[in-house]
């Protein structure tokens, strides 16, 4: 058996990477991928260029002003004469928000009247508008506790963010990016292993051999999980070395829950193969799977938000555990005490996908 797997790799790592370009598809286009996510994915506001309408231009009103300047959320002020002019720059999208100080802000203030503001956001993108809302309300009110010398709140909360203690998005979403590669690798390779064996007519060759369907099926699987395997490796490396994502817990359990992640994706990529007439179909099915898997993941949008009979459709999506297992590693340290239900899902999954991928291949080729 040994043998007979031993020549089913060989053949399989020749036929992969017979081409130059797959060995940089592979390797490097993950990396660059990664390098790409890192930078575009994330969710924090910083430097938000705001238009600024000031109609008292009071000392007060500039000195209000220079708290917004001075902070990292709000590095550019774009001063125009009227609300409709900061309503044309919201409309044309160069600006998120506008912030309209009315005449009269400095006397209302020195008469002990509560002085109004007005903010304009543009609400099409809810989550950025919401937390610049939320920035520039907190400003306002770190500025109006400085000036008025007011006494301190009788209640006061002091909050403390775990794990993640500046709230980066990008330590949230980099390890859900390396999941999200992994998917993409070992599906588009493993949905067209079957398929392609079948339209160059070898497939009848291979199962007239010795080598039994099992056996076949590893051979198959065992190259892809070797190379998302290295992939995975390259992608963790930039974000730990190059940006910075802290990794607490364990590499070894980190791998342990890739490669339970990899069969189960591998499976599912060969259960696609074994379907699909050509090789178009099979990428094509794949790609039709990818994107409900990401979005029944909680990779952007939160599981617990969803309708209840959506949320039990994620727990037949095992990027969905694999997500929890590489967060939960990389940001809290969690171990396997913490994590074994997620990598027995994962293990469920991966016998369920693989079984069914080579009862499907006993059916085709029977």
């Not at 550019?76 to 044309?92: G, K, P």
Request: proline share 4%; hydrophobic share 55%; charged share 15%.
């Amino acid at each position: 058996m040994l043998e007979r797997l031993y020549a089913m790799l060989v053949k399989e790592f020749i036929q992969l990477f017979r081409d130059p370009r797959m060995t940089r598809i592979l390797f490097v286009v993950p990396v660059f991928q990664t390098l790409m996510f890192g930078y575009a994915v994330t969710m924090d506001v910083k430097n938000v260029e705001l238009a600024v309408v000031d109609h008292d231009r009071s000392e007060l009103s500039r000195d209000f002003l220079a708290s917004f300047a001075g902070s990292p959320y709000f590095t550019a002020m774009r001063y125009v004469d009227a609300a409709d002019e900061a309503q044309a720059l919201i409309d044309a999208g160069e600006v998120r928000l506008a912030l309209v100080i009315p005449a009269g802000f400095a006397g209302d203030w020195r008469a002990g009247r509560a002085a109004t503001l007005q903010l304009i956001a543009d609400g099409s993108d809810a989550s950025f508008s919401g937390k610049a809302l939320q920035y520039a309300t907190a400003i306002a009110a770190g500025w109006w506790r400085a000036r008025s010398g007011a006494p301190p709140d009788p209640v006061i909360m002091a909050a403390r963010a775990w794990f993640n203690a500046n709230l980066d998005s990008r330590n949230f979403y980099l390890p859900g990016v390396v999941a999200m590669l992994v998917m993409v690798i070992a599906l588009l390779l493993s949905s067209m292993a079957v398929v392609r064996e079948r339209e160059l007519g070898t497939i009848e060759q291979v199962m007239v051999t010795p080598i039994g369907r099992t056996e076949f099926i590893i051979g198959k699987t065992l190259p892809f999980a070797l190379v998302s395997l290295a992939t995975v490796t390259l992608v963790i490396i930039v974000a730990v070395g190059w940006f910075r994502v802290p990794l607490r817990g364990s590499v070894a359990l980190l791998f342990a829950g890739t490669l339970l992640y990899l069969t189960a994706m591998l499976g599912i990529g060969l259960l696609i193969s074994t379907v699909s007439e050509t090789q178009q179909q099979a990428m094509m099915t794949a790609f039709f799977f990818i994107f409900p898997g990401m979005l029944l993941s909680g990779f952007v949008f939160p599981i617990f938000n969803m309708p209840e009979v959506v949320q039990w459709l994620t727990y037949a999506n095992p990027l969905r555990y694999f997500l929890i297992i590489v967060r939960s590693i990389f940001l809290k340290g969690s171990g396997f005490a913490i994590l074994w239900p997620q990598f027995a899902g994962l293990a469920a999954l991966g016998l369920v996908f693989l079984g069914l991928a080579i009862a499907r291949l006993h059916k085709t080729t029977g």
